[in-house]
């Protein structure tokens, strides 16, 4: 019954290798983000997707590269990861502005540390 | 830009205290403001919300005002407890990329409430 839900929990990996996340909603939202929380707490978004369509890219180099299968996933794939890239990652959902709701709801997040 | 400005950390607190953690923003526009939570090594929890001027938002005992002439939704509770411990977030949401909604986050306060 999880809204939005994150594989994996915890993410150990080499410098140079590359790795992938996985989100999923159950909550019928039509748009995902995926957002970095540094080691000091600080959250900023990287990606949104509204129906499969790249809506919002904040700067995020090119080695990271989302991929929304359809509406109810978005996957975050990441090349060549770099000790810089530990982080935790979330991935939120929310509904198309609807009566002004634009409440996102996000997974419990991925926790990478690079090696 | 938008940005959103919290009271630096940590807040420790004997348990029955009083809380009070200040957010203040900046926009263009008229955003939606939220509160999230996060307990210790988990995601990120809506608290509560406010989408125009004057809403209060309230959950578990917290509340927050939305103040468009001081630009501030700042947090309270009456009577704090040990579970309270947490990370807690301000954010406001505004309309990125001609149709999708990206929230700015503040930095986070840590609070501690000891028994």
């Known amino acids: 019954d999880t809204a939005v839900s994150q594989t994996p929990k915890y993410l150990v990996t080499q410098m140079g290798n590359d790795k992938s996340i996985k989100c999923e909603q159950n909550l019928g939202h039509d748009t995902m983000y995926w957002y970095k929380q540094d080691s000091k707490k600080f959250l900023k978004i990287m990606f949104s997707?509204?129906?499969?369509?790249?809506?919002i890219n904040e700067t995020v180099p090119n080695r990271f590269s989302p991929k929304s299968p359809d509406k109810a996933h978005l996957n975050l794939h990441i090349n060549s990861l770099e000790l810089g890239d530990s982080a935790v990652y979330f991935c939120?959902?929310?509904?198309?502005?609807?009566?002004?709701?634009?409440?996102?709801?996000f997974g419990p997040g991925t926790r990478l540390l690079v090696l | 830009g938008n940005s959103v400005t919290q009271m630096e950390g940590p807040v420790t607190l004997s348990e029955e205290a009083f809380l009070t953690i200040n957010c203040t923003y900046t926009?263009?526009?008229?955003?939606?403001l939220f509160w999230y939570v996060q307990y210790p090594g988990e995601g990120l929890q809506l608290l509560l919300k406010?989408?125009?001027?004057?809403d209060k938002g309230s959950n578990k005992g917290f509340e927050a005002t939305y103040r468009k002439e001081t630009t501030s939704f700042h947090l309270e509770k009456g009577s704090v407890q040990v579970s309270d411990s947490a990370v807690y977030f301000c954010a406001l949401s505004l309309m990125s990329g001609g149709s999708n909604y990206k929230l700015t986050f503040g930095k986070g306060t840590l609070l501690t409430v000891n028994p």
């Open positions: 997707y509204n129906n499969k369509e790249l809506i």
């Open positions: 406010a989408t125009k001027a004057d």
């Open positions: 939120a959902s929310s509904r198309l502005k609807q009566d002004k709701d634009t409440t996102q709801y």
């Open positions: 926009a263009t526009g008229y955003p939606s």
